[in-house]
Nanobody, 126 residues
Framework: EVQLVESGGGSVQAGGSLTLSCTPS????????MAWFRQTPGNKREAVAS???????HSAQSLARRFTISRDNAKNTLYLQMTNLQPDDTAMYYC????????????????????WGQGTQVTVSS
């Protein structure tokens, strides 16, 4: 199991932007699928977006116009650019990855991804 470390969360006003980053605790790890999920208290973890090792991305339809997922394979880092943030985007955002599971065709359910971060909080005020 590899620990993932998220950063970039914080508090912003509605309309603002944030970019989240995620890096693994071990440099030599190559992930096939990397993804972002978010969760609010009392609710299930919600898929935000995923990116496969070949660059194929999938995003939640409701977020695709404002959120962009990308990865820098040379730096082994995953990103989530979030623009025009709204109070409904307030959540804990989690990075997830897996060395074997593919996300070329869809965002895998959380149960299929082996490695997770501790989460980074995003709070959007109106």
């Amino acid at each position: 199991e590899v620990q993932l470390v998220e950063s970039g969360g914080g508090s912003v006003q509605a309309g603002g932007s944030l970019t989240l980053s995620c890096t693994p605790s071990k440099d030599y790890i190559t992930f096939r699928c990397m993804a972002w999920f978010r969760q609010t208290p009392g609710n299930k973890r919600e898929a935000v977006a995923s990116i496969n090792s070949d660059g194929t991305t999938h995003s939640a339809q409701s977020l695709a116009r404002r959120f962009t997922i990308s990865r820098d394979n040379a730096k082994n880092t995953l990103y989530l650019q979030m623009t025009n943030l709204q109070p409904d985007d307030t959540a804990m955002y989690y990075c997830a990855a897996d060395r074997r599971v593919s996300c070329r065709f869809d965002v895998p359910p959380p149960s299929r991804l082996a490695d997770w971060g501790q989460g980074t909080q995003v709070t959007v005020s109106s």
